[in-house]
């Protein structure tokens, strides 16, 4: 899987993982502070949500830009990372509930510059290092690889933002509740209709509170959760240290691939490098490319689900208390444990497997074997957990089955039968609308967020969590049929001189998504749940329709 590839792969591996840690952590708790700290609803929590990840999400095309003309990939990559550290830093500075609103803002603005800066052109100089003629027939497998860095570090972003939310609840003599936010903000606000209920919920905080003192005990608990969330968006400002560490100290592996066309052109010994592309192929070759942005918008709006209304939906619906035995899934030294120790075990016994790698392999089956049974051992009979724990999922499974599907096509590729890159982004909406089903079938009988009010539902009415388990494992394995293929399309279709743009644009649909999902997200209290997830399956079936009606034009464009 990794054998062949330059050096320089590994640098943007570790520098985008550093990035994506930091920027996922504070994805994963994002809706739930803003509706915890500012009492908004769900519906203003979640176009705040969309606004911010479509600026997020937009900016890369200004970044591109820039790099094409001005400043060359790696220096705008560079000024990216200083840019989003100083966002980071923002939002991180605790100020008291209902106060700081301004503070966040021109944090999420500065973050979403920064992050422009970074992402796209940091493809396009991945994409470069495939350039060379020996690299090119890795480039799908490359991109793959450098995505799963991404979810390397988003893998345990949920976790490390619980771990210090607990921390500072904990310090406050306060443990996390999840009804209590809306309750308290429906208290202050003169809003709840019935304090009684609240007033049992708080007791299990402070065995003292009282009617008279329930307003206290409600910004206590505001307060002290809301520090929590900051905290947590501090570990970016660490997370993006790494990474510029590992970008700025091993320039020298992707220094020959960090050219644009026009500094190529300028330079006498790279001028012969320059290709030059005629009228008519380079608005083939712009077609296409806006072809593919089109679909990937809809995969979009439905993937990024995972940070508004499948959020709402782990938190209201679904049961946060499991068995030692479902919780190995939610704990994620145990569930690595398990994962490498099986990984292990296949070393032991591959067909092929030198006697260094079985030992290796039979060592770690034991090692990491004897982690999980140690933590699945420590487990109560009862164990409680956050809703944005949930988010970890998507990653792991990136992780884990990404050798599996590169091996895949892998297999595929020997007999002649790999699909298009194209292709793969129709199979892969197809998956998408197959993993939102689940949650349509999941939901049926369940009682409207519109009809509970903005409430977690009464313990009757939440669901097992091997729903959203199970939805997280399919819209994976269609995120890696898309996303990284679909990344790997752009950076071989794009015209050269416009490389870096071309992967804005990528960014670009996807900002073009998130705003669709900020208007799915306003559904949250007005249609049954079932249909939330129905009007997605349907926008998923409609778009791989769409791809599949122009594979023709897409597979020409990209010689295959």
């Not at 309750?183 to 919920?201: H, P, Q, R, S, W």
């Not at 939901?443 to 967020?449: D, E, V, Y």
């Amino acid at each position: 899987m990794f054998k062949g590839h330059p050096k320089g792969l590994f640098v943007a591996f570790f520098a985008n993982m550093g990035e994506r840690f930091g920027f996922y952590t504070m994805v994963a708790i994002f809706v739930l502070f803003m509706q915890a700290k500012y009492g908004m609803t769900a519906a203003t929590a979640g176009f705040v949500y969309s606004m911010f990840m479509v600026c997020v999400y937009f900016f890369p095309l200004l970044g591109g830009l820039l790099a094409d003309k001005v400043l060359g990939y790696g220096r705008t990559v560079s000024l990216g990372l200083i840019v989003m550290f100083l966002g980071y830093a923002l939002l991180a500075l605790p100020t008291r509930m209902n106060t700081g609103l301004s503070l966040i803002v021109a944090a999420m603005a500065v973050i979403a510059v920064g992050t422009g800066l970074f992402k796209g052109n940091l493809q396009a100089l991945v994409g470069s290092l495939y350039d060379d003629p020996k690299y090119d027939a890795l480039r799908d497998r490359a991109f793959t690889i450098f995505y799963m860095g991404i979810n390397i570090g988003a893998m345990f972003a949920p976790s490390a933002s619980e771990i210090i939310s607990n921390w500072v609840l904990k310090g406050a003599g306060l443990t996390y509740d999840a009804r209590i936010p809306a309750l308290a903000n429906g208290f202050l606000k003169g809003t709840l209709t019935e304090a009684g209920a609240y007033l049992d919920i708080a007791r299990t905080q402070d065995a003292g509170a009282t009617l008279e003192t329930l307003g206290t005990f409600s910004e206590r608990y505001i307060n002290a959760l809301s520090k929590s969330y900051h905290f947590g968006f501090g570990v970016a400002c660490l997370s993006l240290i790494v990474s510029m560490l590992v970008f700025w100290a091993f320039r020298k592996y992707y220094k020959h691939a960090d050219f644009t066309e026009k500094q190529k052109a300028k330079s006498e010994a790279l001028k012969s490098q320059v290709v030059e592309l005629t009228p008519a192929q380079t608005k083939e070759r712009l077609v296409a490319l806006g072809l593919v942005f089109f679909v990937v918008i809809f995969f979009w709006m439905a993937f990024q689900q995972s940070g508004l209304t499948m959020t709402f939906f782990a938190r209201d619906y679904t049961q946060l208390n499991v068995g030692a035995l479902s919780y190995i899934w939610f704990d994620m030294i145990g569930l690595l444990g398990i994962f490498l120790a099986l990984g292990g075990l296949i070393f032991l016994f591959r067909k092929g497997s030198g006697k260094t790698a079985r030992l290796a392999g039979g060592a770690a089956f034991l090692v990491f074997g004897a982690l999980a049974a140690w933590r699945y051992a420590g487990y109560s009979a009862v164990n409680e957990f956050q809703p944005q724990r949930f988010q970890h999922f998507n990653p792991f499974f990136i992780v884990f089955m990404t050798p599996v599907v590169v091996g895949f096509f892998s297999w595929l590729n020997k007999r002649n039968k790999e699909p298009s890159a194209p292709r793969k982004i129709g199979f892969g909406m197809l998956i998408t609308a197959v993993s939102f089903a689940v949650l349509v079938i999941g939901s049926l009988g369940l009682p409207s967020p519109k009809r509970l009010g903005g409430l977690v539902a009464p313990a009757e009415s939440q669901v097992s969590v091997y729903w959203l388990i199970s939805t997280y494992f399919i819209i994976t394995i269609a995120e890696l049929f898309l996303s990284p293929i679909g990344i790997s399309y752009v950076s071989k279709v794009a015209p050269p001189k416009y490389k870096g743009l071309a992967q804005g644009a990528w960014f670009a649909a996807t900002a073009a998504g998130l705003y669709l999902m900020g208007l799915v997200g306003g559904l949250w209290m007005r249609v049954p749940l079932w249909a939330l997830w129905l009007i997605l399956v349907a926008a998923c079936l409609l778009s791989a329709t769409f791809m599949f009606s122009v594979m023709k034009k897409l597979e020409r464009a990209s010689g295959q």
